[in-house]
Structure formats: C-alpha cells, structure tokens
C-alpha cells in the first residue's frame, strides 16, 4: 500500500522525509522536481511538495462582462505566466501520486495550508480538481514547527480530512474572487467613460482599508492647528508640569508664569511606589510584526516572508498564528535547554534553568490552531542578516518571557505655587528582571530631587512654552495592520498583502500612509455612489460566516449564494451611476498623475513619474514606457516631491525625500558622482529602541486622537539607501 504525503514547500517535504524515514530516505527526481519514498511498518510512503497554490479560481469561459459569477479552479500555470514553473510539481505529483491508497495533507495547519492540500488531493484521485472526492481515505497532518520530532509525531497522530477548514477557505477563495473581479470591472468601465484605461481594484477587504485611511486622510487635512502652552516650573532641579494641561490663552499662560516666578513652591503630597514591570506577551503574527517594525525598521511584509523561511528550516514555530498562549505540551523545560547550547543565549537559559523557571507570561490571545511564536531550539545556521535579526528578536522574547519582572520605583511629588497646582513624575530602574533578556526595550527614566511633604523651595525657573496642536498621526503599514485586526477585517495571513495592494493600485504612498489624490477619489466616488462597498459591518458578517463553515455551522453553498445576491445588487447600483463615478475617478487621476511628475526622461524627453512594481516598491520610470524603459530607483516608504531643478552632472531632476522625519534632496541617477561613496556608508547600527514596545503600539493604532488634543510626535528613523533598478509593470500585469 503506498501513502502519498503533500507538503506545502520543497524544504518542509525533505524535512517530513528525513522524520519517517527509518533509513536515509530514497530521493528521487522527475522533470527537476525532488520527491522521496521510504518503507515505513511494510508499507510504502512518498513524499511529494508543492510550491505553494498549484490551483487558482478563474472565470468559466472568456469575455469581460459582469456580472461573473460562474468560476473554477485551474491549474495556476494556464493564467499566470510567472507560475509556468509550477507545472513540473503538479506534473511530478500526479504521476507518482496515482497509485496511491491514503493521502495525507501536510501543508501549513491553516485554511490556506488545507486548500493547497486538499486541491492536489482532489486532482490526484479524479484527474479534475473541481469533481467531488470521497475523503475517507485522507487524513490531516497537524505541527507547528518543522524539527523531526514534531513531523514524526504529527504523522503518527494525523487526523481526519478537516472538511470545515477546506470549505471555509474555498469560501473566501470564491469570494474575493467575485468581488475583486466584478467590483474591479464595474471601476475600469466608469473610468473608461472618462477617456482613461487604467487597471483597477477594489476588493472586499481593500475597500473598508482604504476607507479607514481615507477618512484619516480628510482628518488630517481638515485639521486646524491651535497655539497653546503648557506651564512648566523648576524646583530643587526637578521639571514640575502645571497640572491644569494645556492653557489656549496666552495672555493667561503669561500671567500664571510670571506670577509662579515670584513665588515660592509649597510642597504637598510626595508618593513612592515599587512596581512590578512584567513581560510583554509571546509574539503572535500582528504584535511580531510591530515589534520588527519599531526596532528592525522591517516591512510587515518582509517580517511574514523571513519568518515562514525561519519556520520552515525549523528555527521557530509557524508564524501565521494569532495566539499569544505558549502551552505546557510544548515542553518548554526542552526548549530552555536547547537555546542553553547557543552560546549567543546560554547565559540567559541557564540562568532559568537554575531558578526552575518554566512559566511563561501569557497574552489573552489565543488561536485554535497554533501556539505563539517562540524558538524551536534547534542551532540555526547560515542565516541571512535579517533572518538572524528577527531569530534573535524571537529568541529574547521567548527568554524574557520566563525571566523576574522588573522593579520601578516611581516618584510623584505635589506642588501649590500661587494657587496652582503643579507635578512632577520621575521613575527609576531598581531591578532589570526580564529587561536584561529582552535588549529590545528599555523604560525611559526621569529624575526627581529630594522633597519632604509641608517643605518650601524657591522657584529657580518658571515659563510658558509655546506649543502647536498636532493633527492625527497618519498610519504606519504596521500600525494599519493593528487597527485591521482591531476592527476584523482581512486576516493575520492576508492584511499585509492588502495594504501592498493598495500601494500598487496607486491608491497610498509614503512610509508614513498617505492617501492619493487619486486614492481619494477612489474613495469619494465609492462613498458617495456605491457606500456599501466600504462597510466594515458587511465584511466582518462575511468573515464570520466563514468561521461558521469551519465550525459547521453554516454551508459554503448558503454564504456563497449570500454573497453573489449582494455583488448582483452592488453592480446593479453602480451600473446606473457609472458616469458620475468615472467623471469622479478621472479627476483624482490627473491630479495624482501631476503630483507624480518629477520632471522630464534626459533619454527622451517624456515625464518621469513614480511608479510601482507589482509587490509594491516605488521607483521612477518614463511615461512613454514601453517606447522608452529608462527607470531608477528610490528610497522605499518616502514621500517623494519635485523640485524643479536638474543635476549639472547627471542632468536628471532634483527630488526632496521625506523619509520619517529624514528629510534631504538627491538626483535620481544612482551612479552619479554627487552620490559617490554612499555605498561605502556602513549600515546603520540596530540599537534597542525606547519607543512603546509592540503590546503598546497595538493598543495605541486603534486610537482615533481628537482633532483638538496636541500629540506626540512619530519617531525618527534614519533614511534608506536607494535601492537597484525596478523593471516598470507591464500593462498587462495581473490584477
């Protein structure tokens, strides 16, 4: 009898085999593509992978009408020329997978990992991924990381078909399949009766995102900025604050300044209390995310990438998890003992090895599927820079987790100054506890004199600062991805790839997210004309209906249906409106397209716009591509803006960078001789950060600050290099 094994990549098929195999696996090859069999218990085993999805929906028939509502799974090849290498796995799969008794899924334990899984699956035993199988003869693996161990007993424990996952995932496939196409449709055929063809999105998720930021986007610029001054007194070299906050009037700061200055300070209540400072929670998806944005400066998408190839070498858990519970069954006791062999970590684990400390702070989030993200122990090797940067982000956390909080001694002492009330606040580090494992984070700590309550002191200084109320911070791609989980739309897998979707389209720019004017307009027609394809509360019903077909509580067949009578009902609203929102789209249009303009190709004389690459890098290139190819790079997540002047070397235009709070001007042409010597500038070096650690952060992205309040400023980042040449999107690129 022979047991066909499906992994999900290459590296984790090896890795199944080299756990099963009660010799060295027998690795065997067909049109490129490496397979393994084995003898395990007398029975024959083989152990195929993919390469990711090998199937994607596609419309049934040809022509671009809309509604569409009549789709199938193809082979990912036959849409996708940049998937052509795909073939030779669904080839190698199906034929040495065809004589096959038991199949079993080891792809990635989520809906995504049972989709890829089961659609192999199906193809393999009929020939035809869309014909129904019987699944009494496959069965599901369940690991969340990749050592030997962990397959083995994944295999030895493998559970039956999870059905509910696979239809839950078609669901959502299906979905965003229909409303990308026919909402997307239904935008390009109101921009055409513009005059302008241009590729378009909008999805079911994208759009309540680009609404979230839109309406942010309108805050900030509606915004009004205010004077106020905060009052502010020196006594016994300690900085007293008025504890009254803000004063809008300046004539009344002036007076209760000059009147402090006079006087002398009585001093009230002086309180001294030890804190305890606990561990932040174990990284789940979102929070490790944050975290390697705040301290590493690492795109969210870039995190998710370097983290599932630390998991599928076996370094540390799987990634894709929105849990922050670390369970006994891991046997973190083994783990500690492990990471006690890494010499970078030996002194932290023995140090809880000697105390016996074992128990780990937990978070409040949890997920059915998979623990938080921790170290699986085993020694990495070879890792490229970020990957040992985010490992060893991992890696502490986990420690710090085990580790003795850590002790504050706050001070809080009271102050009457001529009839006002005034305080100052400082804070000390008694003991480091877990801060000594964890370099990524250190508590900001303030002075604070000596000072008996009923005490006199003189006023050494006192003064009114002048002070601007800030608009709302705009959002960074990690903060964003906070509030969309906040708010439930998208998931901890896709929200990173939406927000680079909208940087694709057009729609946003800038490190710090800007909303386009062409972005805007997208949003504005739509909310004018077609609201509900903005409703949060729509998308979040439909998320949950899926979490319902993985419970068995509702049928795919009912929330497909659910959701074709509401893409049917939109369309039928936007077709009787498409010349107003096409007149509303090709205005935003032209104003971006005229933002974007640098200045003019010294190759032949075209305009030189911003333009995006299909995962979202932003780089220069000529309007009359394809005529003319001329591109160049630029720093990634900056704001880019025109100065009108041209370089007297290189004669290509002048462009001013703003980049966090970096601001500075370059020429595009990364060869010439006014940027001579940038490479040799040695990388700058990662330090711990002080800013709020990511627990905070993703409370703090959902606030909406209030118009009138001041805020605090957003943290300072030093600029990006430019980058190599990006080749310019064909017209024809994928959606």
């Known amino acids: 009898m022979q047991t066909l094994i499906v992994a999900e990549k290459p590296s984790v098929a090896s890795r199944i085999a080299a756990a099963l195999s009660e010799g060295a696996p027998l690795r065997k090859n067909l049109q490129g593509v490496n397979y393994f069999e084995m003898q395990k218990e007398g029975s024959k085993i083989v152990v195929v992978a993919a390469a990711g999805h090998l199937f994607t929906l596609a419309q049934k028939g040809v022509g671009h009408a809309i509604p569409v509502f009549d789709v199938e799974w193809v082979?990912?090849?036959?849409?996708?020329?940049?998937?052509?290498?795909?073939?030779?796995?669904?080839?190698?799969?199906?034929?040495?997978?065809?004589n096959s008794a038991m199949y079993i899924n080891a792809c990635d334990y989520d809906v995504e990992g049972t989709v890829i899984g089961t659609n192999i699956i199906r193809y393999v035993k009929t020939g035809d991924v869309?014909?129904?199988?019987?699944?009494?003869?496959?069965?599901?693996?369940?690991?969340?990381?990749?050592?030997?161990?962990?397959?083995?007993?994944?295999?030895?424990?493998?559970?039956a078909f999870d059905k509910g996952n696979f239809e839950a995932g078609e669901t959502r496939h299906i979905l965003d399949w229909l409303w990308g196409i026919n909402m997307s449709?239904?935008?390009?055929?109101?921009?055409?009766?513009?005059?302008?063809?241009?590729?378009?999105?909008?999805?079911?998720?994208?759009?309540?995102?680009?609404?979230?930021?839109?309406?942010?986007?309108?805050?900030?610029?509606?915004?009004?900025?205010?004077?106020?001054?905060?009052?502010h007194a020196v006594i016994n070299a300690t900085q007293f604050r008025n504890a009254r906050g803000p004063v809008f009037d300046e004539k009344e700061a002036e007076r209760i300044s000059a009147e402090v200055s006079k006087a002398r300070a009585e001093i009230g209540a002086v309180e001294v209390n030890e804190t305890k400072l606990f561990p932040f929670p174990p990284f789940d998806l979102t929070s490790l995310q944050l975290e390697a944005n705040r301290v590493l400066r690492m795109d969210p998408s870039k995190t998710l990438a370097v983290a599932q190839s630390l998991y599928e070498r076996s370094y540390i858990s799987y990634p894709r998890t929105a849990s922050?519970?670390?369970?006994?069954?891991?046997?973190?006791?083994?783990?500690?003992?492990?990471?006690?062999?890494?010499?970078?970590?030996?002194?932290?684990?023995?140090?809880?090895?000697?105390?016996?400390?074992?128990?780990?702070?937990?978070?409040?989030?949890?997920?059915?599927?998979?623990?938080?993200?921790?170290?699986?122990?085993?020694?990495?090797?070879?890792?490229?820079?970020?990957?040992?940067?985010?490992?060893?982000?991992?890696?502490?956390?986990?420690?710090s987790l085990f580790a003795e909080p850590a002790l504050l001694v706050k001070t809080r002492v009271q102050a009457s100054v001529a009839g006002e009330k005034y305080e100052a606040a400082g804070s000390r580090l008694a003991s480091e506890g877990w801060l000594s494992y964890y370099a990524y984070y250190k508590p900001q700590e303030a002075s604070v004199g000596e000072f008996a309550q009923g005490s006199q002191h003189a006023v050494e200084k006192s003064e009114a600062r002048k002070l601007v109320t800030k608009p709302p911070e705009r959002y960074s791609k990690a903060s964003l991805i906070a509030l969309l989980e906040q708010k439930e739309l998208g998931t901890k897998a896709t929200r990173a790839a939406i927000i680079d979707t909208l940087f694709k389209r057009g729609y946003l720019k800038g490190g710090r997210i800007e909303v386009t004017d062409y972005g805007m307009s997208v949003y504005e027609a739509l909310n004018q004309y077609i609201p509900e394809i903005l409703d949060e509360t729509m998308t979040r019903k439909l998320e949950a209906d899926m979490e319902d077909i993985t419970r068995g509580k509702a049928t795919e067949q009912a929330v497909v249906g659910e959701g074709r009578e509401i893409i049917a009902r939109l369309l039928a609203d936007f077709k009787g409106k498409e010349k107003e929102i096409g007149t509303s789209l090709g205005k935003g249009l032209e104003k971006t397209q005229a933002a974007n303009v640098l200045g003019k190709c010294p190759k032949d004389g075209g305009?030189?716009?911003?333009?995006?690459?299909?995962?979202?890098?932003?780089?220069?290139?000529?309007?009359?591509?394809?005529?003319?190819?001329?591109?160049?790079?630029?720093?990634?997540?900056?704001?880019?803006?025109?100065?009108?002047?041209?370089?007297?070397?290189?004669?290509?235009?002048?462009?001013?960078?703003?980049?966090?709070?970096?601001?500075?001007?370059?020429?595009?042409?990364?060869?010439?001789?006014?940027k001579k010597g940038w490479a040799k500038r040695p990388a700058p070096t990662v330090r711990p950060a002080v800013a709020a650690p990511a627990s905070r952060l993703l409370a703090a992205a959902v606030q909406q600050p209030s118009a009138a309040e001041p805020q605090a400023p957003a943290a300072e980042s030093k600029a990006a290099k430019p980058r190599p040449k990006a080749k310019p999107r064909a017209k024809n690129a994928k959606k």
């Open 324 to 399: 922050q519970k670390l369970p006994y069954s891991l046997n973190l006791p083994r783990i500690l003992g492990a990471l006690a062999k890494n010499p970078v970590y030996k002194a932290h684990a023995d140090a809880l090895i000697k105390a016996s400390r074992f128990r780990p702070v937990e978070g409040r989030k949890e997920d059915e599927a998979h623990p938080a993200i921790y170290p699986t122990g085993e020694m990495p090797a070879r890792l490229a820079d970020e990957e040992a940067k985010l490992y060893d982000l991992i890696t502490r956390r986990f420690l």
């Open 130 to 159: 869309n014909k129904e199988a019987a699944f009494d003869n496959v069965k599901r693996m369940h690991f969340s990381t990749t050592t030997l161990q962990d397959l083995s007993l994944a295999f030895a424990k493998a559970g």
């Open 75 to 98: 082979p990912s090849f036959k849409t996708d020329k940049n998937a052509y290498f795909t073939k030779k796995y669904l080839d190698t799969i199906k034929i040495v997978g065809s």
């Open 607 to 674: 305009d030189l716009v911003i333009l995006h690459s299909k995962i979202g890098k932003q780089f220069v290139g000529c309007a009359n591509w394809p005529k003319c190819n001329q591109t160049y790079p630029l720093p990634q997540g900056a704001r880019i803006v025109p100065t009108g002047k041209v370089c007297e070397l290189c004669h290509t235009p002048i462009v001013k960078v703003f980049r966090f709070k970096k601001v500075f001007q370059m020429d595009l042409d990364p060869n010439c001789e006014t």
């Open 185 to 231: 449709r239904a935008l390009m055929r109101a921009m055409h009766t513009s005059g302008t063809k241009r590729v378009m999105s909008i999805g079911r998720v994208q759009g309540p995102s680009l609404a979230v930021l839109a309406r942010r986007e309108k805050e900030i610029k509606a915004f009004k900025p205010r004077d106020y001054w905060e009052l």
